[in-house]
Structures are given as structure tokens and as C-alpha cells.
């Protein structure tokens, strides 16, 4: 016999959850449920049929409730009682549940088990307009149109909401093409900027501090304005510039949910600032800055899938970074950079040479951060060898599945 599916406990109203008994849920059900009914009903084995029931309830929800838990619960009441709604939650909670995930369930079933109220046949019905509307920029509000949408009961709830803000907790990988379309929007309104980091350059100081740099230049300049004396000296400080980014996005078979959004996301970052390096990933490295740098995204992705030979294909993560190290990262593209590898870290080779890569690109970067789409999945653990090989010599680990994770990842870049 197939297993029957699990219910979803917070689409249940409490009449249903007490219809999982197999019987209507009426008051007088609920009433000897919990043992408030008269008689034979209230006598010393409530508590026992009451442990029995709920852990019914519980199994039917999908929690996994051993028949040894069950009768210790039912001791426990027993001993507690089930005047004090404290003591019987805490009892069961400590008893019955064995997965952390599983408490939320446990709470949604034990507020309608032990404290339904429920309604008679005769309870009149009310009945609420509920208007849901979506927010557009061009969308006026006009006086007197909430009053043609009264129901019959002369009341409409609207709840409005923006679709952007839908979309930037919505995984890439459940994206339409109509959402790829309205992300790409939101992605071209980030800004990237790295943080600043001391430059050769020196700058003109206003007044005095406390370590001066005399700028001999400008002082004599100065000085040919009072017959040679140097009344006013000038100073100069090291000047600040932002420092490079290097972005270096998988593009393999196991990122192919996410691959689109990432490179579209690393295009914004090269037209958004100067100093972004663009690097696709696969069984080979390939460099795609100045096929991103184009200002018409759908250019753009064309001349990179153009550039990139390896798309959707396999992954090879060590040699991929040892080719970026000895072309390109060492030589002095990372070094006191921002890099960045967005990928979910599996690879086909072998995870000690990506190790070693690994800690070679740390020694010579600022801030090395990975960034996962899989984090953000329930439960995840960074079990793949090749994402457990590198996770020792990353500064950041972040989840990268979702607008708003880029946003933070936009944030965690001019902060580093």
C-alpha cells in the first residue's frame, strides 16, 4: 500500500486536524479527546488514551514517534496530569520529538489537539473580500476606487505587493524567463564597490597631521608668491582607490540552474566599476571580462556563451584555479584582491590539488569568498570533497541563490 502524503500542518484548519482521528470533529469529539467529558470518559486512563491519540495525530503529520516514547509520554501524564498546559507541552515536546525541524508541526498539532475550539453547525459564517493587487511604478491611486469593490458585506481587505520584492527571495532556479527578465533590472541597480585600500599615490593634506609628508613641489611654488619665504608648507597622504574584484563563476552541468543569473550578475559588476576581472569555469578557465563588458545584457551573455567552450559541461575546480593562479591570480591580478568563486563545489578532480590552490590564492588575495546557491537549502553540509577541500582557506562562505543573497554579497564586497 503507497504510503498516504503528508498533510501540510499550516494549511490545516483545526477542525481538520481533528478529523485526522477518523472521526467528525465536533465539540463533544474534542471534549473526550481531552478528557473534559463526563463519566467513564474522565477516569484514570484519559491520560493514557489522550498520550495515544496525539501521538496518532503526530504520526499522520509526518513526525516519527517510537511506540517506547509513546509510553513514556503517557506515564508522564500520568504523573503531570493535564490540568497545566505547560507541563503537558513540555512533556511531549521533550518525549515525542526526536528532529529539531519537526517542532514547528508539534506546535501547530498541539494548539489543536489540546485547545480546539470548535465552532457548532449553527455558527453563522462570516465571510471577508480578500483583493490582492500588484504594485506597478505606473499604477495611481484614484479616489473612490475601493469603494466599487465592496462585497456584500461592505468590507475589502487589498494587500498590495511588488513583484521585485517577490523575486528577491525567490530562487534562481525556479526563475520564468518573464522573471529573468525583471531580475536583470534589479541586478543592474546594485552597485559594486570594493573597499579602499591605500594606493602609491600620494594626495594634497589639508592642515597638519600628525605623521606630515612635506611636499617640497608645492611648498616652493608657494613660496615664489612671498619673495621666497615658505610661510605655508604643503603635505601630502597616500591616496585610496577601490580594490579590483575578480569574479570567477562555474558554469558546469551542476550549476546550470544557476549559471545564467550568476554570469548575468557578473556582467553587472564589470559594467558597474572599473576594476572587475570575469572568469567562467568549467573543465577549463576562461577569461569573459571583455565579452560582459558590454552594456546590453543579452549581448553580453551571447558573447560570452560564444567565448565559453565548456558550458554545462564537466568540472575541474583544481585545475581550473591553478591555471587562474599561475596566468593570472599570482602574477598580480589577486594580489590584495577581492576574489570571489561562485560555485556549489563539486569537481571531477581531485581535491587536493584544489586545496592547495586554494591556500596559494589565500596567501596572495585580500578576501577570498565563496559563494554556494546549495547553502541555502535545508540541512546542507558542505560534504562535496571538492567544496570541503577549499571551505579551510575561504574568509566567507555565503549562499548566492537568490537576488537578496547578492545583495548581501554586493555589501560583504565594499565592507571587506
Known amino acids: 500500500m503507497a504510503d498516504r502524503p503528508t498533510p501540510d500542518i499550516t494549511r490545516l484548519s483545526t477542525n481538520e486536524v481533528l478529523e485526522l482521528l477518523g472521526a467528525p470533529a465536533t465539540r463533544k469529539r474534542a471534549d473526550v479527546l481531552v478528557g473534559r467529558g463526563a463519566g467513564p470518559e474522565s477516569d484514570e486512563s484519559g491520560p493514557v488514551r489522550i498520550a495515544v491519540a496525539f501521538s496518532v495525530i503526530l504520526r499522520k503529520l509526518g513526525i516519527a514517534v517510537p511506540v517506547g516514547s509513546v509510553t513514556t509520554f503517557a506515564e508522564a501524564l500520568c504523573t503531570l496530569g ?47 473580500n480578500i483583493t490582492v493587487e500588484l504594485d506597478d511604478d505606473d499604477d495611481t491611486d484614484e479616489p473612490g476606487d475601493d469603494d466599487d469593490d465592496d462585497g456584500p458585506d461592505g468590507e475589502t481587505i487589498s494587500v498590495r505587493f511588488s513583484a521585485t520584492e517577490t523575486l528577491r527571495h525567490k530562487d534562481f532556479a525556479e526563475y520564468t524567463p518573464e522573471e529573468f527578465l525583471e531580475a536583470r533590472t534589479a541586478m543592474s541597480a546594485l552597485r559594486f564597490v570594493g573597499s579602499p585600500r591605500r594606493s602609491r599615490r600620494r594626495q594634497p593634506v589639508v592642515g597638519k597631521r600628525s605623521t606630515p609628508h ?96 565548456d558550458w554545462s559541461g564537466g568540472t575541474r575546480l583544481g585545475e581550473g584555479m591553478r591555471a587562474f593562479n599561475d596566468q593570472w591570480g599570482v602574477r598580480g591580478m589577486a594580489r590584495g584582491a577581492i576574489v570571489v568563486i561562485l560555485s556549489d563545489g563539486w569537481d571531477r578532480g581531485s581535491p587536493e590539488l584544489l586545496g592547495a590552490q586554494m591556500e596559494r590564492l589565500h596567501r596572495v588575495s585580500h578576501r577570498l569568498v565563496w559563494v554556494n546557491p546549495l547553502k541555502a537549502a535545508p540541512g546542507y553540509a558542505p560534504l562535496a570533497r571538492g567544496m570541503a577541500a577549499a571551505l579551510p582557506h575561504v574568509d566567507t562562505f555565503i549562499e548566492g541563490h537568490s537576488l537578496a543573497s547578492l545583495e548581501s554579497l554586493a555589501k560583504i564586497l565594499a565592507e571587506s
Not at 85 to 112: C, H, I, K, T
Not at 117 to 123: E, G, L, Q, R, Y
Open 82 to 128: 493535564i490540568d497545566r498546559r505547560e507541563s503537558v507541552y513540555w512533556a511531549g515536546r521533550a518525549v515525542l520529538l526526536r528532529r529539531p525541524e519537526d517542532q514547528d508541526l508539534y506546535d501547530r498539532a498541539f494548539n489543536a489537539f489540546w485547545f480546539a475550539v470548535v465552532a457548532s453547525s449553527d455558527t453563522e459564517t462570516v465571510t471577508q
Open 214 to 309: 612635506p611636499d617640497l613641489r608645492r611648498t616652493v611654488r608657494g613660496a615664489l608668491r612671498t619673495d621666497g619665504l615658505a610661510i605655508q608648507r604643503s603635505f601630502t597622504e597616500p591616496s585610496t582607490k577601490p580594490r579590483r574584484i575578480v569574479l570567477i563563476c562555474d558554469v558546469s552541468g551542476s550549476m546550470e540552474a544557476y549559471a545564467r543569473a550568476l554570469v548575468r550578475f557578473c556582467q553587472a559588476a564589470v559594467v558597474g566599476r572599473g576594476r572587475v576581472e570575469a572568469f567562467a569555469l568549467g573543465t577549463r578557465l576562461t577569461r569573459i571580462t571583455r565579452e560582459l563588458s558590454s552594456r546590453d545584457p543579452d549581448q553580453a551573455m551571447r558573447n560570452a556563451a560564444k567565448r565559453v567552450m
